[in-house]
């Protein structure tokens, strides 16, 4: 027993020293060590077999033949640890003597981005929030809440995207959805703004297209008039387009609000003269508005004979179009590099 435990400990501490790495030290050590298959494991169960006087002795020396064999392994372990340390350090050493990265093109701001970036910033300095949703609606927060009934022509599957085997769900005709969710998650009083893109069926050329961008904006509270509403968009054309800018608003229907207007302000090109881009008329239409239905009120859970409101909404890809000169909208959704990088 003696012999055969003097060649394990002898063998054991050569493999132990020869072992290239950490799993490969790992097996070694249950190879010699293991509870089921260890080679001194198996030798120590042996002891039941032999005389208690030799038992004692040979028990003591495998005590012995274990600890060194557990020190060598633990010593092996913090030396291989180190090596792979000061390795992994080579690795991520940096020459700063190295040559600089070349120098990577800087990216571009869509002109849409931009223009609802600067519209963003202008609306939360009159205390407005920027409301974020959905652009795959339910019927009911794109179309019945807003007081849009079945049998609107909004709701034909030839003027809206709706999704397959799913008839009730579309992808949204207008940012208006968001009235709704804003008005059941925050309540009144409210000001928020909404921008975001917009899908319906069109057929494309050089002033439609099928995704755009809207930016539509509420305020609700008590006591809250037309006149209000006026003072709001008029602040909004003259950011936009100089302090001597002009707002009519006329009539028009929506099902949304009672009344509606549209509003058009005075062209930028011409001061009003008449000119090409406003049709010799010099008025340019740039968003409708109205004081919110009562039924809409009532759908985001405000009570209409404490409150009311107004909202509005801006054709931010027409708007961007206006701002500089583009011709074409098929252009904005083109992905075109070239065009982006004007900006």
Known sequence: ?????????????????????????EEVENNILGRKAGELTELMKGLKDLPDE???ITGQLMNEAKKEIEAAIGARQEELAAKSWAGDLEKERIDLTAPALPKM???????????????EEFFASMGFVVADGPELESEFFNFTALN??????????????YIKNHPNWVMRTHTSPLQIRSMQKYGAPLRVIMPGKCYR????DARHEHTFYQLEGVVIDEKITMAHMKGVLEAVAKHLY????????RPKFYPFVEPGVNGEVTCFLCGGSGCRVCKQTGWMEIFGAGMIHPNVLKEGGIDPEKYQGFAFGFGLTRLVMLKYGIDDVR???SGDLRLVKQF
């Open 1 to 25: 027993m003696k012999n055969k435990l003097d060649k394990l400990k002898i063998s054991a501490l050569k493999n132990i020293q020869q072992a290239e790495g950490l799993p490969a030290l």
């Open 54 to 56: 030799e038992k004692k």
């Open 105 to 119: 093109e800087r990216g571009h701001w869509h002109p849409v981005s931009i223009v609802q970036k600067d519209l």
């Open 148 to 161: 849009i009934p079945a049998d609107h022509p909004a709701r034909d599957s030839q003027d809206t995207f």
């Open 201 to 204: 069926n069109e057929a494309t």
């Open 242 to 249: 100089g302090p001597e800018t002009k707002v009519r608003l």
């Open 331 to 333: 252009l904005l959704e």
